[in-house]
């Protein structure tokens, strides 16, 4: 498909580690991001991966990259009730003759953490 | 702090009004862009500014200006705004187009058009 995609919720028990998907849309994307809207906030970036790496531990996060299947996964060890939020995949989707770039984000997926 | 800056937060206005959400960033980051949030859709961008005077369109720039005369400052205008224009806007900014710092966004303006 043309579109970054993601799924919309994802619910888990405090504690357990969460999983979140996306597929992307261009192989050739150089750097793919992850970032973290609380409700009533802007976006903030949570972590981004470069293409050439397959994954990227920082702290709770990991995140892995299937390069061969466009696909990027965010894990959140221990999710904690705070971690409640809205996560989005973006990718470099577009490069235009002017030389500039876009970020594309997918639709968002909504995580809620059950205490 | 290093922040993007958003004016006004929350905004209600009527059909054909004309409005200007303003942005500014204390970065000095080349790049800054506009975006709507709306629910099931996600996040489009309208516009985008890789530097001073170069604007270029978005996935959804109808209906909108914007301008670059400084480095700092990217206004949203709504020449004519009607109701499909309510949504909640964001402006963000970056070091360089190449994204490899990501983006800084900021607070988000609630737009009503009634």
């Known amino acids: 498909g043309e579109d970054v995609e993601q799924s919309l919720f994802l619910s888990v028990r405090e504690g357990d580690s969460s999983v979140i998907n996306c597929t992307y849309t261009d192989s050739s994307s150089t750097y793919l991001y992850w970032y973290k809207q609380e409700p009533g906030a802007g976006l903030q970036l949570l972590t981004y991966i470069f293409s050439n790496m397959d994954m990227k531990q920082d702290q709770r996060l990991t995140v892995l990259l299937n390069k061969k299947d466009k696909h990027l996964s965010l894990r959140i060890a221990d999710t904690q009730t705070g971690d409640s939020a809205i996560y989005f995949c973006?990718?470099?989707?577009?490069?235009?003759?002017?030389?500039?770039?876009?970020?594309?984000f997918g639709k968002g997926t909504k995580l809620s953490v059950i205490p | 702090e290093a922040q993007v800056t958003q004016n006004p937060r929350y905004l209600i206005t009527v059909t054909g009004k004309k409005l200007t959400v303003t942005c500014s960033q204390n970065m000095n980051h080349e790049y800054m862009s506009w975006y709507r949030q709306d629910p099931g859709l996600g996040l489009r961008q309208i516009y985008y500014?890789?530097?001073?005077?170069?604007?270029d369109k978005g996935d959804v720039p109808e209906g909108y200006k914007v301008s670059r005369k400084e480095k700092r400052n990217f206004p949203l205008i709504l020449e004519s705004p009607s109701p499909n224009q309510t949504s909640l806007y964001f402006c963000?900014?970056?070091?360089?187009?190449?994204?490899?710092?990501?983006?800084?966004f900021g607070s988000g303006t609630r737009l009503t058009v009634v």
């Open positions: 973006a990718e470099i989707l577009r490069y235009s003759g002017a030389g500039s770039y876009q970020l594309t």
């Open positions: 500014s890789m530097n001073v005077e170069v604007t």
């Open positions: 963000a900014s970056s070091l360089s187009s190449s994204f490899s710092y990501g983006y800084t």
